[in-house]
């Protein structure tokens, strides 16, 4: 896997821009419709539902991984960013802690997805091996509810599934089965990385019903963090893409905008907002969860819309 270097971070981007607000203004000067101090009326977000599990959301997600920041969420639930991406190992639990405190006063209205890491040991097969799994991943759960301040979380994801024996671990698929049966999730499915070998064991799994997995214009990211760098094969995920899309299962899709920004056919100036429209044209794309960490970026992003 050969490491590409990133031509524009969003970052830089948006320091370089006349366009953005600066991050530090305060959520009661921006609540006030912060996109009209650039000339936009407020968006309105085309929704889409995903795949079998009926669940009709916004197509542009929020991301809340890389932020702590109350009134960043509050500005982005007011302008229709009501699926809220999060996850159990984001800022030690205190991001599920910080999105749960915001909507406890309006769960109906959002939907939240969240993500558990799960650790197959040697001897998985074994009874103890899946009694550990159980108690592990139940202990998990209950932390992500508790947290969330809800009883029940509408998407729940396998953290990176590092391959396609996790869809297959027979413990992990009945937890999902049972917690959907007692109403404590809508839908189950998993994160990952690695993405052609276990799309094609999702697609060969009636079982799961929502994948997450990067995907842009470029068919690469560079982790803005980390610095860990990812290259796909675009046309065969697009194949299996389309063929998860056929058996019904829902598509969310993150490194949106990590591959930089973007001009349709290279005409006009390169946007981040330029970048989420490419994977939005895609109809097998439910939603593209986009990771915000400031004013600047999410007025950027809405203007996808």
């Not at 990211?221 to 829902?250: C, F, T």
Request: charged share 25%; net charge positive; proline share 3%.
């Amino acid at each position: 896997m050969s490491k590409r270097r990133k031509e524009i971070t969003r970052k830089d981007f948006l320091k370089t821009s006349c366009m953005g607000l600066t991050g530090f203004i305060a959520y009661d000067v921006l609540k006030n419709n912060p996109l009209n101090l650039l000339g936009q009326d407020k968006p309105r977000l085309q929704t889409r539902v995903l795949g079998r599990t009926g669940i009709r959301t916004p197509a542009l997600g929020f991301g809340a991984a890389r932020t702590m920041e109350p009134s960043l969420l509050k500005a982005a639930l007011d302008y229709g960013m009501t699926f809220i991406d999060t996850g159990r190992s984001y800022f030690n639990g205190n991001n599920e802690r910080m999105v749960g405190e915001i909507v406890k006063g309006i769960r109906k209205d959002v939907i939240i997805q969240s993500k558990m890491r799960v650790n197959l040991r040697k001897g998985g097969s074994t009874v103890e091996a899946a009694q550990a799994l159980r108690k592990e991943m139940g202990s998990t759960f209950e932390a992500s509810l508790k947290a969330l301040q809800t009883d029940y979380i509408d998407i729940m994801l396998i953290h990176e599934a590092g391959g396609p024996e996790v869809l297959k671990n027979e413990t992990i698929m009945e937890f999902f089965s049972k917690a959907k049966k007692k109403g404590q999730i809508r839908a189950h499915g998993f994160s990952c990385h690695d993405e052609i070998e276990i799309l094609q064991a999702a697609n060969e799994s009636a079982f799961w019903d929502i994948i997450m997995l990067p995907f842009n214009h470029k068919g690469s990211y560079v982790h803005m963090l980390s610095g860990a760098s990812k290259e796909w094969d675009q046309p065969r995920v697009e194949i299996e893409l389309e063929r998860a899309h056929k058996n019904n299962l829902g598509m969310v899709v993150m490194k949106t905008c990590s591959a930089g920004p973007y001009a349709p056919q290279g005409v006009g100036q390169p946007t981040f907002a330029g970048a989420i429209r490419w994977v939005l044209d895609h109809a097998f794309i439910g939603v593209a969860v986009v990771a915000i960490s400031s004013f600047d970026e999410m007025v950027e992003d809405l203007k996808a819309l």
